[in-house]
């Protein structure tokens, strides 16, 4: 059986709680991504410094936003910030299969069994492990192998799952964000730290 590669270029940049918005914005005005994309860097849409980072920028926010259906979408542009940061972190777990699995493997699961706090020994432990089966954890160099581990915990207090302390915060999705994320099924719920129970009451 041959196993998946994770993609593993989330270096930086949070979950873009203030950029989103305005790729999602250009997106739903041209329905076109690669338009999208070009519009952003060559009008600096984003008003980064270098035209490299508008490159880098751009590329990543429109990856992950085209993990996001239309609906979503333009439930992003008028969501709370709190929604956002959930629709956000969503389209990152769909993007990166790695970020996913620990939010299922690893967040839930030590919220299930009421482990109140998430530390980096956690997420080390997650990463050696999956290490095992993916030897492109391996092959990364330790430097970027720490930003992965920073940048996660970065958006994992950005979109409002844990504290600056790291405590683990309950999802507290809107009737709006559920019904949407409802509509791919109960897969698509694992993602946050929420009970079975809570998990059935979304789906209705």
């Known amino acids: 059986m041959t196993i998946e590669r994770y993609r593993l270029s989330f270096t930086t940049g949070g979950i873009f709680l203030q ?26 849409l984003l008003q980064v410094r270098t035209a490299s980072a508008a490159l880098r920028l751009s590329k990543e926010l429109v990856a992950r936003l085209e993990c996001l259906e239309l609906p979503e979408l333009e439930e992003l542009r008028e969501a709370s910030l709190r929604d956002r940061g959930y629709l956000l972190w969503v389209a990152a777990c769909r993007r990166y299969a790695f970020i ?17 706090q998430i530390s980096f020994g956690d997420y080390d432990a997650y990463y050696n492990g999956k290490a095992l089966w993916h030897t492109e ?3 990364i160099a330790l430097s970027t192998q720490q930003k992965l581990r920073q940048n996660m915990f970065r958006m994992l207090r950005e979109a409002d799952l844990i504290s600056d302390q790291q405590h683990i915060q309950p999802a507290m999705l809107s009737p709006r964000i559920a019904q949407l994320l409802a509509r791919r099924g109960r ?3 694992l993602i946050f730290p929420s009970t079975d129970n809570e998990i059935q009451r979304w789906l209705k």
């Open 137 to 139: 954890l391996d092959e």
């Open 100 to 116: 996913h699995d620990f939010a299922v493997e690893v967040l839930r699961e030590h919220h299930l069994l009421l482990r109140r």
């Open 187 to 189: 897969e698509e719920l």
């Open 19 to 44: 950029e989103a918005p305005v790729v999602a914005e250009r997106y739903l005005a041209l329905r076109d991504w690669t338009q999208t994309r070009a519009e952003i860097r060559g009008q600096n």
